[in-house]
């Protein structure tokens, strides 16, 4: 970095704008580019918490339905009927999958009842994994940006400080006026990436537990769902 061209980017520190698009506009290219990311990773952030909770909420919703219409003693067969063309959440696509695996063993030519127990469960697990899958989706860039948003904010705060130090060096001038400008502007790149840090942090935890209880819940109803085909197919084996 030439010290003639760092000296010309004193000279304006001495009537610096410190509000916060001022030391934005002031900061070095690297740090800009350093602030730009962290802003764009916070609003990703928000755009995918704003998008998770309502996709939770909206599950929790319908899997209280689902299993308060399960419990009523509806049909098993009308229960499958309403939801066979689309199930709209979790549990009901646990429910399909497994009542699909049940109709074909016993709908086809030859009735197969020698491991469709096994079946069965190897279907609601498979369809327990794939909805869990959906669930965790882009919840690793929340902890990206969590674990990695103050290390990208205190990269740019340290090369704010370097670029500040180098100004002072080459102007000779040590005073408050000088120096304040250049330290706030680096220290504002640590700020953003707190900002766009620690929401990221807290709602992936949050979701993190969220996709664990209903996981359990899938498991739960999976186990007693379970339990009612094998007694049912105990009552029709030959």
Do not use: C
């Not at 689902?66 to 696509?93: I, N």
């Not at 497994?98 to 109709?103: D, F, N, P, S």
Request: hydrophobic share 50%; charged share 20%.
């Amino acid at each position: 970095m030439n010290p003639a061209d760092v000296a010309q980017s004193a000279l304006p520190l001495t009537s610096s704008d410190l509000s916060l698009f001022g030391l934005f506009w002031q900061a070095h290219w690297i740090v800009k580019g350093v602030m730009l990311g962290l802003l764009v990773a916070s609003v990703w952030v928000w755009a995918i918490v704003i998008d998770k909770f309502f996709l939770f909420t909206r599950s929790n919703r319908a899997m209280n339905r689902f299993e308060q219409a399960f419990w009523s003693g509806q049909s098993l067969e009308e229960l499958y009927r309403s939801l066979s063309s689309k199930p709209t959440h979790s549990m009901a696509a646990l429910f399909v999958a497994a009542m699909r695996e049940w109709k074909r063993s016993f709908e086809g030519q030859s009735r197969s009842f020698a491991g469709l127990q096994m079946r069965i469960e190897k279907v609601m697990d498979v369809t327990i994994a794939r909805e869990i899958e959906r669930l965790e989706r882009r919840l690793l860039v929340l902890a990206t940006v969590g674990s990695a948003g103050p290390f990208i904010g205190l990269f740019g705060t340290v090369w704010g400080i370097m670029t500040s130090f180098q100004s002072i060096a080459a102007s000779k001038n040590t005073s408050l006026a000088v120096v304040a400008p250049g330290i706030a502007e680096a220290l504002f790149a640590t700020a953003i990436g707190l900002v766009a840090a620690i929401p990221a942090t807290i709602f992936y935890n949050k979701f993190v537990s969220d996709v664990n209880k209903q996981a359990q819940r899938l498991e739960g109803f999976a186990d007693e769902f379970s339990a009612i085909l094998s007694r049912q197919i105990d009552e029709r084996a030959p």
